[in-house]
């Protein structure tokens, strides 16, 4: 299943987040244009790209104990799955199949790994996209 890295989202991006919408706004397109960019590295490197509909599976790598949403994590992500379509890694967004997000702590940095492929368990060989980037705490 090919594999793209983020960094976090904004904290904007929480669905728990009171921020103006200007700024939301803001906070979105940059991370949209972010995981696209990592989207078309990984389009362009496989010939079966763009994928009809795929699973998603979604593991956030943070640096403490800390228990989280997962509800909240995956929804943060919307501008990123909207920039796997805008990336050419999927026709449409619509047709994701969300698997359930896995959280592991690894100690240093934090970010989030996407996987990304056709039916459930498929594929294999791992793309990255983006290096870990860190950012402020969920």
């Known amino acids: 299943m090919p594999t793209i890295d983020l960094p976090l989202p904004d904290r904007r991006l929480s669905p728990n987040a009171r921020a103006h919408w200007r700024s939301k706004a803001a906070a979105t397109k940059a991370y949209r244009a972010l995981a696209a960019e990592a989207a078309r590295r990984v389009a ?17 790598r943070v640096a403490d ?24 890694v999927v026709e449409d967004d ?15 940095g934090i970010w ?3 996987g990304v492929g056709v039916g459930l368990g498929l594929g294999s060989g791992s793309i990255s996209g983006l290096g870990s980037g860190s950012q402020s705490d969920i």
């Open 44 to 60: 362009g490197d496989d010939d079966a790209m763009p994928y009809d509909s795929a699973t998603v599976e979604v593991t956030y």
């Open 65 to 88: 104990r800390r228990r989280r949403d997962r509800d909240n994590l995956l929804a943060m992500l919307k501008s990123a799955f909207d920039g796997l379509a805008d990336g050419g």
């Open 94 to 108: 619509a047709d994701f199949i969300y698997l359930p997000v896995k959280v592991e702590v690894v100690g240093v």
């Open 112 to 114: 989030i790994v996407i």
